[in-house]
Structures are given as C-alpha cells and as structure tokens.
C-alpha cells in the first residue's frame, strides 16, 4: 500500500475523532447540516472542476467511480467547514468576519498546498489554488448562509 493511502486512512480514523471532541453537544443539529450542505457543494463543484480538467487528483479511493478525491471532498474539506462555522463571531464587525472567512479559506489552502506538496493525493498549480480561493470563498459564505437559515426555520416552528 502506498504512503498516500496511508494518510487517506489516517483522515478518517483522525477528523471524527476531532469533531467529536470538537462539536458542543447543543451545536450538533448545526453542525450535521453545515458539514451535509458543504459535502453537495465541495461535490458538485469538484465533479465539474474535474470534467473541465482543472483539478487532478492521481491516487484515491473508488478510481474505478470518479475521478475526484473522495476523502478531500467528503470528508476533509466539509470537517473545516463545520470548525468555521462553529466559530463564527456572530455579532463581530464586518471585517472582523471577514478575516474569519479568509482566515478559514487560508487554512484549507494551506492543506491542499501541504497535500500537493508532500503526497499525491491531489495535483495543486497556482491557478488551482486562485481558483480555490474564490471557489471555497463562495462555499463557507453558501454554507453559513444555509445553515442559519435552517436552524432559523427549525427555531421558529419549534417555539409556535
């Protein structure tokens, strides 16, 4: 087995941990959907990213079903979504969040330049990681979005 399955096996066994020490039992109805929002957004932009030939990934899991990364866009990258939204500052000024959105977006670039550059799980060139900026920018921004409005919605019909 090669070293990259290695770290693929690792992502799963180390990110439930870490969400589970991480997700405030009052906050799990909020993070569920923010992760399930972010798996469909990460997967549908990445399955057209793929067929456009602008992201690459050589070694994954189910190569014989699609040519994407499946640990990347299921599991990895949806796990920092829910930490940024559970650390969202809710009454902060705008750049105040701001900087939480570019901070969060720096961190998951910063892991698909550490992923490119020390395995193979996914092929990373600048204009990948331009395009990924403005790409999972648009997602933490869906995604927070989304989940207010559906904690919002389950808020209101549980109080009438």
Not at 61 to 68: L, Q, S, V
Not at 105 to 115: A, C, E, K, T
Not at 119 to 136: A, E, K, Q, Y
Request: aromatic residues 20%.
């Amino acid at each position: 087995m090669n070293f990259d399955y290695y770290v693929m096996i690792l992502f799963w066994i180390v990110i439930p941990i870490i969400l589970w020490k991480v997700i405030p039992r009052s906050r799990i109805r909020e993070a569920i959907a923010a992760l399930l929002v972010f798996q469909m957004l990460t997967w549908l932009f990445s399955i057209g990213l793929t067929y456009a030939g602008l992201l690459y990934s050589p070694i994954r899991f189910f190569e014989e079903a699609t040519t994407i990364n499946f640990t990347m866009e299921y599991l990895l990258f949806p796990s920092v979504a829910v930490l940024f939204y559970l650390k969202f500052p809710q009454n902060a000024n705008f750049t105040r969040r701001m900087v939480h959105y570019l901070f969060w977006v720096g961190v998951i670039l910063s892991i698909m330049i550490l992923l490119g550059t020390f395995t193979n799980l996914m092929v990373v060139r600048l204009d990948h990681l331009i395009r990924s900026f403005f790409n999972f920018l648009i997602e933490l921004w869906i995604c927070r979005h989304y989940v207010l409005w559906v904690t919002e919605q389950f808020e209101t019909k549980r109080v009438s």
